[in-house]
């Protein structure tokens, strides 16, 4: 959704961190950004909920949906706040909890006998092109779309499933490769279908790569 992070935000000149919708940002606020993040939330509706309640893309995109109603009564006219909204830039970065707190989970027996791991992340594109569709049609025109990263470098997974003494483990990291390309191909598909908005791919894996070397060059 409209989520600027940190080092995104300082890039492009941001002083303060976005709001969060939680938090009831006024309109000055709303016509800066707001971020809908929530913490475990995915694409599909059920990820992450072993941990709690949370807002999934489909309730975030609800909430976007109020915002947007906020800046047309703002701006005076929807074609004012489509104006607006059209300069915005939209950072999506979801599909890590789809796998992490749910695909991969061990007592997700039941999506994995339901989807082998193709087609969960053919499952997966499928629901977000629907989503970013419904984005457009609120308005954006600038949209980011972040790759899953190496998840399974990530500690919690290393304790969990253990690599043998390699520093990740790989079969997890290969598991979501399948939706990177996915991502990829949408990419396309929304560019030739949408000509008058720009959709771009983040590339988690190649900077979290370059991080991990920026880092270990200081220590």
Do not use: W
């Not at 800066?32 to 995915?42: D, F, L, Q, T």
């Not at 790759?147 to 997974?157: A, E, F, K, Q, V």
């Not at 290393?158 to 949408?186: D, E, H, M």
Request: glycine residues 10%.
């Amino acid at each position: 959704m409209i989520r600027f992070f940190g080092y995104s935000g300082e890039t492009l000149g941001f002083k303060d961190f976005i709001p969060p919708f939680a938090s009831n940002p006024d309109d000055r606020q709303i016509l800066v950004g707001v971020n809908y993040a929530s913490g475990s939330a995915g694409i599909l509706v059920q990820s992450g909920k072993q941990g709690g309640d949370n807002v999934d893309l489909s309730k975030q995109l609800r909430n976007h949906k109020v915002t947007v109603s906020r800046i047309v009564k703002k701006l005076g006219s929807k074609k004012a706040a489509f104006e607006h909204l059209g300069q915005c830039l939209y950072i999506c970065n979801m599909g890590n909890n789809d796998y992490i707190n749910n695909y991969i989970l061990p007592q997700s027996t039941a999506i994995r006998s339901q989807y082998n791991p193709a087609q969960f992340a053919a499952l997966l594109v499928a629901r977000y092109s629907a989503q970013i569709k419904r984005m457009y049609e609120l308005g954006a025109r600038k949209v980011a779309l972040a790759g899953i990263s190496n998840i399974g470098c990530t500690p919690s997974l290393i304790a969990t499933v253990g690599t043998n003494g390699a520093p990740c483990v790989t079969s997890v990291n290969q598991l979501v490769a399948p939706f990177n390309i996915g991502l990829k191909s949408l990419i396309s598909q929304l560019k030739s279908a949408h000509p008058d908005a720009k959709f771009g791919y983040l590339d988690t894996i190649r900077a979290g790569i370059l991080a991990s070397q920026v880092s270990q060059s200081l220590r």
